[in-house]
């Protein structure tokens, strides 16, 4: 016997409610959450519903919350944000919403800074190959290629 089926509607749906409540959740994760929980697939789809409509599931907010939190707190940038949140089924205008919410010289400055970081970190002599490394590190932390190569620029000059 599954654990959903020994535990009743409404204590399925405090626990879940609780868990949105704690922090911003997406329609998947809470999916996933009931999925462990033992809760099938309509049981499951109906709860979504009802914890839309009382609002404690909004993939806007909740878009706006992780990229916000993603960026400032774990500097990533724009494209791995992205598929982050296309991974977790978020609608294609919410994700565009939250991103362009990112203030574009706040984001140069963090791409900046983690450069600084990454930079005091490499042991490469060559000035091209560690060019090259900075450029792969902040390509793998989501960053626009084109930004990149601006702020490398900036720091090259800062440094003359």
């Known amino acids: 016997m599954s654990s959903a089926s020994t535990t009743n509607n409404s204590e399925i749906m405090q626990k879940v409610a609780r868990f949105c409540a704690y922090q911003e959740r997406c329609k998947s994760d809470v ?4 999925k462990l929980m033992g809760v099938d697939k309509e049981k499951a789809n109906s709860i979504i519903n009802e914890l839309v409509t009382e609002n404690f599931i909004n993939e806007e907010r909740f878009a706006r919350v992780f990229a916000s ?11 791995k944000i992205y598929h982050a949140l296309q991974s977790k089924g978020v609608p294609e205008n919410y994700i565009k ?3 362009d919410e990112i203030n574009l010289e706040e984001y140069r400055l963090k791409l900046k800074s983690i450069l600084k970081k990454k930079e005091k970190e490499l ?3 060559d000035y091209y190959k ?7 590190f902040a390509t793998g932390r989501g960053f626009e290629s084109e ?3 601006e702020v490398i620029g900036e720091l090259r ?4």
């Open 31 to 34: 999916r996933n959450k009931l």
């Open 69 to 79: 939190g993603k960026f400032k707190m774990k500097g990533w940038g724009k494209y």
């Open 97 to 99: 919403t939250a991103l």
């Open 123 to 125: 042991k490469e002599e």
């Open 130 to 136: 560690r060019k090259q490394k900075l450029v792969n």
């Open 147 to 149: 930004i990149i190569w």
């Open 157 to 160: 000059k800062e440094k003359e």
